[in-house]
DNA sequence: GTCTATATCTAGATAGAC
DNA sequence: GTCTATCTAGATATAGAC
């Protein structure tokens, strides 16, 4: 399975079934061309400092200046701070639910696993902002997803978890609990992310070079793979 | 390994090396009793507040509030946010980073591996808003603890991976990544604290049972047995 | 030692000039 | 469509009565 392909931040699979958007002005033709840039200038440095700070540790002057843009422009944009959080969550969302995909009745269990944990090793590390933003979300009680998780993330558990205990079933991997294998992937791979200033602090910068990402990706792997008996 | 003994918030071990606050003006003879009986209740309304909202999401008449006291006895008691926050996070601390005192050199890996697991375990049950608000401050960047992390919890962790090592050379457990199991583990057992909120959301209440915690221990226990080879 | 009342400051939001 | 100047709400912190 490769590990080269980079994610474009800027391509979420469009018309997911996941959204926290009310009205679906995600028609590109109806906004002028500097709106549009704009827009995702902001996107990207709200991401970046609500990342950072949370929800309140955030200020408006904050992303005007990461955006380089002046406050007011902000909120001509997306009009106060709880929407702007929503759409940069939104933007997050569809990469993060969806590679699960590849997790299929009739795919094998070890290339099936490694294609889902490469994926979120790298997205990890990629966009870090991005996994730090949701777990953040997470920690504080998910106001403004919780109702997506109880829905559609739940959903797509169980459709999974059911897949690996038909695996088990055929005799294609050894026994685990199949839900709690999902929260120990997201666990272990968002780690590298989420608390990274604790990784940095014992291993130091070279923390973020290529090869420390492959030894982690490598780790990771390992730890999957023994507990479901497929090395 | 028992898994019954519970985990006493209100004594930390004392005289521990790991402390966040410069005075040691620890000794509870010089305090009045009513002063220390406030500064308990104050650091127990303050655990959950910042848990829950963060430090800047929470403000001091959230915590007055929450503790049945005047506001402006938090600022007599600790002068101001920061210093209140310090203090939580130092009572966390120590807690925190010292269970890892089961891993020595003679101890039978399984055993110590287990005994420290159980704890972590044990800790993000009956602590998840200790648990988060650890969360927290690393996820944005730890600031206050980071000078802690970069010497005591390095040298700790670079000690007890020493200790792994010396256990795989001697064919007690199988090869493994000895810095990044610690990684995994920690990410393995906090995840259900601090990530609870999805949990809850896939699994439902049923997440809080004690036979909920049991499967969650078994699985963890599980995955790190196969990790090192051990079962 | 306790708490009410208040000063001060910060940050979200907007009016209105350009 | 852009941005300066300003309003207002809400939070930290403290002065001073009890």
Chains 1, 2 share one sequence.
């Not at 406050?71 to 997306?78: D, V």
């Amino acid at each position: 399975m490769t590990d080269k392909m980079p994610i474009d931040p800027e391509n979420p699979l469009k018309n997911s079934a996941f959204s926290l958007i009310d009205e679906s002005m995600d028609d590109d033709e109806s906004k002028g061309r500097i709106r549009l840039s704009n827009e995702l200038i902001i996107l990207a440095a709200a991401e970046r400092t609500f990342s950072r700070s949370g929800f309140k540790g955030t200020t408006m002057a904050q992303i005007a200046e990461a955006a380089a843009l002046p406050k007011a422009n902000i909120h001509y944009y997306f009009g106060n701070k709880q929407n702007l959080y929503r759409h940069v969550l939104d933007s997050i969302l569809h990469e993060w639910l969806t590679p699960m995909d590849d997790i299929t009745p009739e795919a094998d269990p070890k290339t099936a696993l490694e294609a889902y944990v490469r994926h979120k090793m790298r997205m990890t590390f990629e966009r870090p902002d991005a996994s730090r933003l949701f777990a953040n979300e997470l920690l504080h009680g998910a106001e403004v997803i919780n109702p997506l998780l109880s829905t559609e993330l739940k959903n797509l558990v169980e459709t999974k978890a059911a897949v690996l205990d038909g695996w088990i079933a055929a005799g294609k991997m050894k026994p685990v609990d199949s839900t709690h294998l999902f929260f120990s992937i997201w666990a272990l791979t968002q780690t590298y992310a989420d608390f990274d200033t604790q990784i940095c602090a014992i291993q130091g910068e070279a923390a973020h070079t290529p090869e420390a990402h492959e030894r982690a990706t490598n780790h990771v792997l390992s730890m999957i793979f023994r507990a479901c008996g497929l090395e």
